[in-house]
Every structure is written in C-alpha cells, then in structure tokens.
C-alpha cells in the first residue's frame, strides 16, 4: 500500500517571491542592490573631478576643475623634490607614452570619392 503524503502546509498570504521573512523585524521592504537612481562609483568620482573650484595663481584667482588642482598640486610636489611625488609622476609619464597611438580609420575609395566630389561642389558654387 503507497504510503499518503501528510498534510499540506498552509500558504501565508505574504509568503512568496520578494517578501520578507518572517523573522524579519518590522522594517521597511529588504531590497536587493543598489536603489534606483542612485549612482555608480564612477559616476560620482567624474561628476566631483568636473567641479569648478577657484585656486590662487600669482596672485589671482582662477577657476579650475578639481581634477586640473590636483593634477597642478600632484606636478608641484614632485617639481619641489619629494621623492614618492616625483617617481609617481615619472612612472605615469612613461606608462602614458608607452601607450599606443589610437590608429586613424583609413578612408575607403568611396569616402575618398565623396569627399572630392564635396570638395568639387563647394568650390564651384563658392563666388
């Protein structure tokens, strides 16, 4: 004789997909992730670096990127001889030329006839 299966659990009615636990204090819903809206790390460091601020230059004041500051500041130090300051810059410099020149797209045989046949018509229509 097959054996019956024991009585059905009862379904709370907040039971289910994205609900909280039940031993969950009373707060508000447990979401997963970041909040919509909010930004990403990246997002917020661009956003600060691109600030204007006002920095005094030989006696007059300009406005500046916080980003360009810091560079400005980064350059001085090493410029007054700080050892790390300077060795950080050079590392930077050298691994900026070292970098790879982007490559220029060449133009195809068609590019190249539209763009002489452009030329051709601005010209003669030019007085």
Same mark, same amino acid.
């Given at each position: ?6 009585? !059905? ?10 609900? %909280? ?22 997002? &917020?460091? *661009?956003?600060?670096?691109? #600030? ?18 810091? &560079? ?11 050892? %790390? *300051?300077? !060795? ?5 410099? #050298?691994?900026? #030329?070292? %970098?790879?020149?982007? #490559? ?7 590019? *190249?006839? &539209? ?13």
């Amino acid at each position: 004789m097959p054996l019956r299966p024991g009585p !059905r659990p009862i379904k709370s009615a907040t039971a289910g997909h994205r609900s %909280r636990p039940a031993s969950a204090p009373d707060s508000p819903e447990i979401r997963a992730g970041r909040p919509k809206g909010a930004r990403n790390l990246r997002a &917020v460091l *661009a956003a600060a670096a691109r #600030e204007l601020m006002e920095i005094k230059e030989n006696d007059r004041l300009r406005r500046v990127t916080k980003l360009e500051a810091s &560079v400005k500041q980064f350059v001085n130090r090493a410029a007054k001889g700080e050892e %790390r *300051a300077t !060795r950080d810059l050079l590392d930077r410099l #050298e691994a900026l #030329e070292s %970098r790879p020149a982007p #490559e220029a797209e060449g133009l195809t045989e068609d590019d *190249a006839a &539209v763009i002489a046949d452009l030329v051709h018509r601005i010209r003669a229509s030019s007085p």
